[in-house]
């Protein structure tokens, strides 16, 4: 089972491609998607859409992982935050691929073990579960493996088959 794992964002955007073969996890292909800043908005969102579904096309996974919107304090970086949530949410409907939300705290809970982990702790568990060669970057990376690992493990728990 392929899971593709996305970190959303307009300026950078991670994606990682993750295999559960049983209990290993092996990563097929991962990086960002990059947008200048200066670029209009709905140039960076068709940038962004048109580069995940050439990935998606590519590789074909069984399923996209994301995360649920979450934000602290800065209402203004939630706004792009969930622009970009709208085209993968939009990229994996019109391939006709099964989305699968978790929240940060269920991300590095899969991950670590802690749901509350440092960005540092993630970095680390995602290095060393997909025994990568030097931690993925920048962090976008890590997040959207992190969030492929997560997504690997719900489809493989009982109650989500059950769920089905």
């Known amino acids: 089972m392929l899971a593709l794992g996305i970190d959303p964002g307009t300026a950078i955007c991670g994606y990682g491609f993750v295999e559960a073969q049983g209990s290993r996890l092996i990563a097929h292909q991962y990086g960002a998607i990059t947008t200048s800043s200066k ?49 993968v949410l939009l990229a994996a409907a019109k391939n006709g691929i099964e989305l699968v939300e978790r929240t940060p705290l269920q991300v590095k809970q899969a991950v670590t073990g802690y749901g509350k982990a440092t960005k540092e702790q993630v970095i680390y568990m995602v290095t060393k579960l997909l025994n990568l060669p030097e931690p993925p970057k920048p962090d976008d990376v890590a997040d959207a493996l992190a969030v492929a690992i997560c997504t690997s493990h719900v489809l493989d728990s009982f109650a989500y088959r059950n769920k089905l």
């Not at 992982?65 to 970009?84: D, H, K």
Request: charged share 30%; no cysteine.
């Open 39 to 87: 670029a209009k908005p709905e140039d960076r969102l068709m940038k962004l859409y048109d580069e995940l579904d050439e990935l998606i096309k590519k590789y074909n996974p069984d399923v996209i992982g994301v995360e649920q919107l979450f934000f602290n304090r800065n209402v203004t970086t939630a706004i792009p935050v969930g622009q970009a949530r709208g085209v």
